[in-house]
T-cell receptor, first 114, second 114 residues
Framework: AQSVTQPDIHITVSEGASLELRCNYSYGATPYLFWYVQSPGQGLQLLLK??????LVQGIKGFEAEFKRSQSSFNLRKPSVHWSDAAEYFCAVSTSSNTGKLIFGQGTTLQVKP | KAGVTQTPRYLIKTRGQQVTLSCSPI?????VSWYQQTPGQGLQFLFE???????NKGNFPGRFSGRQFSNSRSEMNVSTLELGDSALYLC?????????????FGPGTRLTVL
């Protein structure tokens, strides 16, 4: 069965520091990968997605992610974190070409220190 | 363009009751998916509707059901509520049902079962 693992439940970084959130997936073929962010009391907002092509994808709010097939990973990065980035981040995978079904990781909560 | 709207935003019910949640997708979107979010189980896919037909279903008991109307609005119903049904229920829409399209999430309905 397909699955998504986010190894870090909680991460704390200082404002201005770089950030990397890890995501590993389990799926035999090429998955379709997503990163979402959720602020308290809000729904999910898409940061970026990967379907094919260039393995480094750029998203909104200065985020980027790199797809590494050999490591089954899709890590999210940001060079300089802002206090407003504090939120919960979810990695997700879609494995079918005919569905809106997403399989989500457990999420990583990001805390930003001033 | 208005985003995905969900009503009500908050709901308190008692065990054994039933509840209906509503989701209005973004104008022009024909695919609607529902997710349950709990601290313990995370985000789990409930079902997806496209053009009034259920296209995919997650691993939830039959107490959870849904439907979609001709205007793409969707409702989900939970009968015989249990304490464990307390969760944030998120609805997402995409256009026009293609998996490559971004799913836009609503703010969710917070259901509390007492």
């Amino acid at each position: 069965a397909q699955s998504v693992t986010q190894p870090d439940i909680h991460i704390t970084v200082s404002e201005g520091a770089s950030l990397e959130l890890r995501c590993n997936y389990s799926y035999g073929a090429t998955p379709y990968l997503f990163w979402y962010v959720q602020s308290p009391g809000q729904g999910l907002q898409l940061l970026l997605k990967y379907f094919s092509g260039d393995t480094l994808v750029q998203g909104i709010k200065g985020f980027e992610a790199e797809f590494k097939r050999s490591q089954s990973s899709f890590n999210l990065r940001k060079p300089s974190v802002h206090w407003s980035d504090a939120a919960e981040y979810f990695c997700a995978v879609s494995t079918s070409s005919n569905t809106g079904k997403l399989i989500f990781g457990q999420g990583t909560t990001l805390q930003v220190k001033p | 363009k208005a985003g995905v709207t969900q009503t009500p935003r908050y709901l308190i019910k008692t065990r054994g009751q039933q509840v209906t949640l509503s989701c209005s997708p973004i104008s022009g979107h024909r695919s609607v998916s529902w997710y349950q979010q709990t601290p313990g189980q995370g985000l789990q896919f409930l079902f997806e509707y496209f053009s009034e037909t259920q296209r995919n279903k997650g691993n939830f008991p039959g107490r959870f059901s849904g439907r979609q109307f001709s205007n793409s609005r969707s409702e989900m119903n939970v009968s015989t509520l249990e304490l464990g049904d307390s969760a944030l229920y998120l609805c997402a829409s995409s256009s026009p049902g293609a998996w490559k399209d971004t799913q836009y999430f609503g703010p969710g309905t917070r259901l509390t079962v007492l």
